[in-house]
């Protein structure tokens, strides 16, 4: 298995501008969890999808962040417009529901000046 | 009160001695417990998941998880320098499938 793929796996981006991440989890898994991770904060859950549909999303900061995950094998984060505060690396997740074991992809360091 | 918490560290341990990483959570019902090993630059990779009370051992690794005290710990045995990593630990919030993560613990084994 190919494991979780992000896309892109750096982004720099001028305040103001659009940034999509995307994320393709493991074939078969039916949860997927976009993460946020800062020095300060760590590892922030933003939100999770459990069989494509938005569960919990109180983890997403401002109304500038949206995610969706229009079919099983592939899900977005769109930050809209970026910040410099906003500037962190995303991870993508994903598990099977039985065992709750969650996979991360490399991740999309975004830099946002 | 934070739903995960971790001793950030750093933790330095001496090559070949056992390394104890503790890590506490907030809500009661939790099921299901996972530690992450993260290197500088990379992804966090998980390591040992532990469901019950009790001890679970895999190779130089033993999770330890009391429900009732709200504790979860992990041991590495014969600690290497490769071992040197920032651990996370994560709980399953069970009645809704949420994977909330403590900060992580910076470990450094020390030659």
């Known amino acids: 298995d190919a494991g979780v793929i992000q896309s892109p796996r750096h982004e720099v981006t001028e305040m103001g501008q659009e940034v999509t991440l995307r994320c393709k989890p493991i074939?078969?898994?039916?949860?997927l969890f976009w993460y946020r991770q800062t020095m300060m904060r760590g590892l922030e859950l933003l939100i999770y999808?459990?069989?494509?549909?938005?569960?919990?999303d109180s983890g997403m900061p401002e109304d500038r962040f949206s995610a969706k995950m229009p079919n099983a094998s592939f899900s977005t984060l769109k930050i809209q417009p970026s910040e410099p505060r906003d500037s962190a690396v995303y991870f993508c997740?994903?598990?099977?529901?039985?065992?709750?074991?969650?996979?991360f992809g490399q991740g999309t360091r975004l830099t946002v000046v | 009160q934070k739903e995960v918490e971790q001793n950030s560290g750093p933790l330095s341990v001496p090559e070949g001695a056992i390394a104890s990483l503790n890590c506490t959570y907030s809500?009661?019902?939790?099921?299901?417990f996972f530690w992450y090993r993260q290197y500088s630059g990379k992804s966090p990779e998980l390591i040992m998941s532990?469901?019950?009370?009790g001890d679970k051992e895999d190779g130089r690794f033993t999770a330890q998880l009391n429900k009732a005290s709200q504790y979860v710990s992990l041991l590495i045995r014969d600690s290497q320098p490769s071992d040197s990593a920032t651990y996370l630990c994560?709980?399953?919030?069970?009645?809704?499938?949420?994977?909330?993560f403590g900060k992580g613990t910076r470990l450094h084994i020390l030659p």
């Open positions: 997740a994903s598990s099977l529901g039985s065992d709750r074991k969650a996979f």
């Open positions: 074939s078969g898994h039916n949860s």
């Open positions: 999808f459990n069989n494509n549909v938005p569960i919990d």
């Open positions: 809500d009661r019902v939790s099921q299901s």
């Open positions: 532990i469901y019950s009370n």
């Open positions: 994560a709980v399953n919030m069970n009645r809704d499938d949420k994977i909330i």
